[in-house]
């Protein structure tokens, strides 16, 4: 997770490698060649950061009129770090088509925008973004020259000069998926970090780690300053502080709040300028002994998908950041983290 303000990023579960080759066609799906590793629709394909599937494949529409085509694909990080698409040093995206022409991500401004909203989508440890890309031909489509493959690339040569950054761990981090192929069960393998650890609770139960006392206690639609229309989520919470000095979250390695929606995407409270001000409503504030605060953080994903509703919410702190500052109070238990389920309340 990213600290709010400059702490380093929290280190979760050690990352674990799992991928399946299995044939498919001439191309097996899930084999290498160069630096490109092949999959097909519904495999899971792993490069030591990022786990990427394709899941769906349509028409885009302007008018009435097809002008292009659109790929849905679901993100998962497998770092133990908190990491936007963006932070791999992506390059634009490439569909191939039956008759071996390309549509190039990048070709049109609505492709563009779709590209960036991928690119800048911070995704926390073992979690998912759902990502619809467009492919916005800049010449008029013939609809019936479909998509035969999506290629998703990335600057190797560039993320091995960020050291600061989670690395490849192979040697084929691009990835060519065929889009006229289908994965078996056995082949839809992920791979990458496990779930981030932390105590479970429910709605309006509160939760301890030694130094914060917290609990959600409402879900509502996020209407925006306007109120005129729903843009996302916002949860009530309760803070208290357990300890006998005052104290600022920020100063206690507080890190971004999840929000994990039902399709398994996670929002971040860092997502947009909004959402990341509203957070430091309770990180920069200040808690004398004892004291508590009640304050709603608003998750703002984009796109933004009212039928897809939140399920629970991740709280986190960077245990490892606090336990090098030996004058501050310390986490107890084995994690400081909170994983709140909305489906249950107490």
Not at 151 to 167: T, V
Request: charged share 15%; with cysteine; glycine share 8%.
């Amino acid at each position: 997770m990213r600290r709010f303000a400059s702490s380093p990023m929290i280190v979760a579960l050690a990352v674990v490698v799992l991928f399946v080759a299995a044939a498919v066609r001439t191309l097996a799906a899930g084999t290498s060649t160069g630096d490109t590793t092949a999959g097909c629709m519904n495999q899971w394909v792993f490069n030591g950061v990022w786990r990427v599937q394709v899941s769906k494949v349509e028409p885009y529409m302007d008018g009435g009129q097809q002008v292009g085509w659109q790929v849905t694909q679901v993100w998962h990080n497998g770092t133990s770090a908190e990491i936007a698409p963006g932070d791999s040093f992506p390059k634009d995206q490439v569909l191939t088509l039956s008759n071996g022409s390309t549509i190039v991500s990048t070709a049109t401004t609505t492709g563009t925008l779709s590209q960036g909203a991928l690119w800048s989508h911070d995704v926390q440890t073992a979690g998912q973004y759902t990502h619809v890309q467009i492919f916005r031909s800049p010449t008029p489509l013939d609809p019936t020259n479909k998509p035969a493959a999506v290629d998703i690339a990335f600057d190797a040569a560039k993320l091995a000069q960020a050291r600061f950054k989670p690395q490849f761990t192979t040697h084929q981090p691009n990835f060519h998926i065929k889009l006229d192929c289908t994965a078996s069960a056995s082949t839809q393998t992920q791979g990458g970090a496990t779930q981030m650890a932390a105590t479970s609770g429910c709605l309006n139960q509160w939760m301890s780690n030694g130094v914060w006392r917290m609990r959600a206690t409402a879900v509502a639609p996020d209407m925006g300053n306007d109120n005129a229309v729903q843009i996302g989520w916002m949860v009530t919470q309760d803070w208290t502080n357990l300890t006998q000095r005052s104290l600022v979250p920020s100063d206690t390695a507080i890190t971004d709040q999840q929000l994990v929606l039902a399709n398994g995407d996670t929002v971040a409270s860092s997502n947009s300028a909004g959402t990341t001000m509203n957070f430091g409503q309770l990180a920069t504030r200040t808690f004398a002994p004892g004291a508590s605060f009640t304050y709603q953080q608003r998750f703002r994903g984009s796109p933004f998908d009212a039928a897809n509703k939140p399920t629970g919410l991740l709280v986190t702190f960077d245990a490892k950041a606090e336990k090098q500052r030996t004058h501050n109070p310390q986490y107890t238990g084995s994690t400081p983290n909170f994983r709140i389920s909305f489906e249950c309340s107490k």
